[in-house]
């Protein structure tokens, strides 16, 4: 299942993107690290640096295709 995600940066960019929850697992086991870390993403991967990320937001809800 891939969760739609947020990544805040100590600029004020946001990189929004969608990832499995195995990506997600290992990002958030980084975070307050030093460094670089390799995030791999739905369409492709992306290399963070772990101390300027301020925050990283999972969207709780479920997507949902249709009306209802």
């Known amino acids: ?3 739609e995600v947020s990544i805040g940066f100590s600029g004020g960019q946001v990189l ?3 990832m499995d929850e195995d990506a997600l ?3 958030t ?4 690290g030093q460094g670089w870390h ?3 993403l739905e369409d492709g991967a992306v290399r ?3 101390d ?3 925050y990283v937001r999972v969207d ?3 997507h949902r295709v249709g009306f209802g």
């Open 1 to 3: 299942m891939r969760r």
């Open 16 to 18: 929004s993107a969608r």
């Open 25 to 27: 697992r290992t990002l």
């Open 29 to 32: 086991g980084a975070l307050g």
């Open 38 to 40: 390799e995030v791999t």
């Open 48 to 50: 963070l640096r772990l």
């Open 52 to 54: 300027e990320v301020v």
């Open 60 to 62: 709780a809800s479920a």
